[in-house]
């Protein structure tokens, strides 16, 4: 009876994926069996999370369908009305998973000051006549920028395919 409960722990313990308990090993005279882990998912790569943001946009807004999409033959207001909706789709999305902010809070056109020794000089871009050395103490604001404070993607499920931005859909009749 002893057998016959080792061989049914082998079995399934095989079965489940992993490798024969250290007590059943011994038992059947095996010496030490070293247990396998189940195999990891593919390692997460930095993208990943830009690749699950726009497969988000993809869902939610269609962004991917209407950026791929040759809208040159479509009217003016066609695209107007297409656009509308993706903004605001887009939009909720974007509010629902990112707190974003401007890295320059002032008014587009107006001169803004900027502290050239500031700690984070690469989130200010200069254009125009740049001088060759040094940084400029500031310029017209042309662009506010943004900055994500923070991000609340959902968890990826480790078994999915990050680089999957939306599956094909097929309809049965």
Do not use: C
Not at 16 to 44: H, I, M, Q, T, Y
Not at 66 to 80: C, K, N, P, R, T
Not at 141 to 163: E, F
Request: aromatic share 6%.
């Amino acid at each position: 009876m002893a057998r016959l409960s080792l061989a049914f722990r082998a079995f399934f313990a095989i079965v489940r994926g992993g490798g024969l308990p250290e007590d059943v090993a011994a038992a059947l005279g095996l010496g030490k069996a070293k247990r396998e882990s189940a195999p990891a998912g593919p390692a997460r790569q930095p993208a990943d999370g830009a690749l699950q943001m726009l497969g988000i946009l993809q869902r939610d807004a269609r962004l991917v369908d209407f950026l791929m999409e040759d809208i040159a033959s479509y009217s003016d207001q066609q695209v107007g009305a297409a656009v509308r909706d993706l903004h605001e789709q887009g939009r909720k999305s974007l509010a629902r998973y990112l707190e974003l902010a401007p890295v320059l809070d002032g008014i587009e056109g107006s001169f803004t000051r900027v502290d050239p020794q500031g700690p984070d000089q690469a989130a200010v871009k200069f254009l125009g006549n740049v001088p060759a050395q040094g940084r400029p103490n500031g310029g017209v604001l042309r662009h506010r920028g943004w900055r994500a404070r923070k991000t609340s993607l959902p968890a990826l499920d480790p078994r999915q395919d990050p680089s999957l931005i939306a599956p094909a859909e097929l309809e049965i009749e």
